[in-house]
């Protein structure tokens, strides 16, 4: 009896040992993600999204192009054969499909807004964010953040890959119900001078 408590305590502290590394990994990757975005106002990419609905068996892979702008600005349109352009201001996003001639309007959890995530990486990262848990890992100079929200939404985790000055590389949303969206980045300018008029347009 005393051996089975004996590996039943070891195995706590090393759970618990294990736990406080993974978490101070993820806050060196968040403050990595912070010191790189300290001096960017905006940004424009190249991307190809590849989505994986749950109950569709073909990916359907587009290109596209992206443009953010800081606090709260972001804005995707891809091409055809599945076009669609998004606008996400803050934590209110706009969806359309200009093939169909729909247009959707979602609200966001406040903990999802992009203000929330850059107001909080204005400053030096010593805790994570209330409301998720986080996990990262370093490979050469790439960094993988595992991000988990905590309430019940509809994204489950989030997953982002970076270059130590920022840089994008990948980002993939796992939704609840399944379904999955990665977006590969390529020819990221930074600084570029974007207004809010060139988010009109969406």
């Known amino acids: 009896m005393k051996k089975a408590a004996f590996l039943a305590i070891l195995l706590l502290f090393l759970s618990l040992t294990d736990a406080h590394a993974g978490q101070n990994r993820a806050l060196e990757a968040l403050e990595v993600l912070r010191r790189g975005f300290a001096d960017m ?32 600005m972001f804005a995707m349109e891809l091409y055809p054969p599945y076009a669609s352009r998004l ?27 992009l203000e929330r995530w850059f107001a909080y990486l204005d400053k030096p990262v010593t ?33 982002l890959t970076f270059e130590g000055d920022g840089r994008l590389k990948r980002l993939a949303v796992l939704e609840r119900n399944r ?24």
């Open 41 to 72: 106002t905006d940004f424009t990419a190249e991307i190809v999204q590849e989505k994986q609905i749950a109950l569709m068996k073909q990916k359907m892979v587009s290109k596209g192009v992206v443009r953010f702008k800081k606090p709260g």
């Open 87 to 113: 606008l996400l201001r803050d934590n209110v996003m706009t969806l359309r499909f200009p093939a169909e001639g729909v247009t959707e309007r979602i609200v966001l959890p406040p903990e999802e807004s």
């Open 127 to 159: 805790a994570l964010p209330d409301g998720v848990d986080a996990r990262a890992e370093r490979q050469g100079g790439t960094w993988t953040l595992q991000i988990f929200p905590r309430n019940k939404g509809g994204v489950k985790e989030v997953q």
């Open 179 to 202: 379904d999955r969206t990665v977006i590969r980045f390529a020819t990221m300018r930074r600084n570029v001078g974007l207004k809010e008029s060139d988010f009109n347009g969406e």
